[in-house]
């Protein structure tokens, strides 16, 4: 942590950022290793500060690796900001006003950082996908899809879960051409796709499986994990995010499905489980090893059905995946 915290306040003082506000829960437990469940600030500087609230006083003063005080109000923030203030992107408008004393620019130098994980915390992660995965071989493939997810949402805190990462995705039949499907209370029909998440120690895992029947749905499922392979060949570090982006759409796009991959072909997890990088065709971002992310093309032809297959990929001097399932699960 301390090392992060040295490398962030160094960073800042590049971009010319004498102190800087950091709000968002996952930054705080990023940097000072506490998790808010309440208001807290921590402010970084040379002598960096954590204000947190009484409610998580005993928590933070346990193990937050920065000085701590009470966090009574807003306004006493503005004793221990200096010069020029970073704030995250993520920061309301109505806080952004309670500054104009002060020169503000918004930076994300955190995320940035936090786009490259320790060795901790890619056990972390790979931890949280064990007991995903785990939980999805345990689960019972009948019922509606309501119940499904929670029942998969049920093993993964018997399996040590502090929480799902997200809401469970679970769509059956023509719903599975939804990329998002929220659980129903329709009765499980094949295909089915699954996209699910464990947390452990606060680290996301991320993985989706759409399980087929018929023939049409196999040539579907094989031209999108032909897609995703080649895309995970072509990841090393230096590559930029755009172009593993472009690589996954060329294979789809070649086979006359070009427009129905209607998302990005991925994004880092950690944390949280969108954070950066971002493979999408904007992202200039050039991968580094240590990012963790996650590789998921997928074609959607409405009304009829969908198929996505999604893997987390460590960058070494090639792509590890992490994944232990099969893409192709037979249920």
Not at 69 to 90: A, H, I, Q, R
Not at 209 to 237: C, H, N
Request: glycine share 6%; hydrophobic share 35%.
């Amino acid at each position: 942590m301390e090392t992060k915290l040295k490398q962030v306040i160094e960073s800042m003082h590049e971009q010319k950022i004498d102190s800087m506000i950091v709000l968002k829960p996952e930054n705080i437990r990023y940097l000072t290793g506490f998790r808010p469940t309440s208001s807290s600030v921590l402010i970084l500087k040379d002598e960096p500060l954590l204000l947190a609230s009484k409610i998580d006083n005993e928590d933070a003063s346990k193990n937050s690796m920065v000085n701590l005080e009470v966090y009574k109000k807003f306004d006493d923030l503005k004793n221990f900001l200096e010069g020029c203030v970073g704030v995250e992107n993520s920061m309301t408008v109505e806080t952004y006003r309670k500054l104009e004393d002060f020169k503000v620019v918004t930076t994300e130098v955190v995320e940035t950082s936090r786009a490259v994980k320790t060795d901790w915390e890619i056990k972390n992660i790979e931890k949280a996908l064990e007991i995903a995965e785990k939980s999805l071989l345990e689960l019972d493939f009948k019922g509606t899809e309501v119940e499904m997810a929670a029942e998969l949402e049920y093993n993964m805190r018997i399996n040590g879960s502090q929480r799902p990462s997200f809401e469970t995705i679970m769509a059956s039949g023509a719903r599975t051409s939804l990329p998002h499907g929220s659980p129903t209370t329709n009765k499980i029909e094949r295909p089915i796709l699954i996209d699910w998440g464990a947390v452990y120690n606060n680290y996301s895992s991320d993985t989706t499986r759409t399980i087929i029947e018929t023939e049409k749905q196999e040539e579907i499922f094989d031209i999108v994990l032909e897609a995703q392979q080649t895309a995970i060949k072509s990841i090393k570090p230096g590559i930029k995010c755009g172009e593993i982006d472009n690589i996954a759409r060329e294979v789809i796009t070649e086979y006359g499905y070009g427009e129905s991959f209607i998302h990005s072909t991925g994004h880092g997890v950690g944390l949280e489980i969108h954070e950066k990088p971002s493979f999408s065709k904007n992202d200039e971002t050039e991968l580094q090893k240590g990012m963790v992310v996650t590789v998921e093309p997928g074609i959607y032809i409405k009304g009829e059905f969908g198929v996505r297959i999604e893997d987390m990929v460590l960058v070494e001097n090639k792509a590890k995946v992490l994944n232990k399932i099969d893409s192709k699960l037979s249920v």
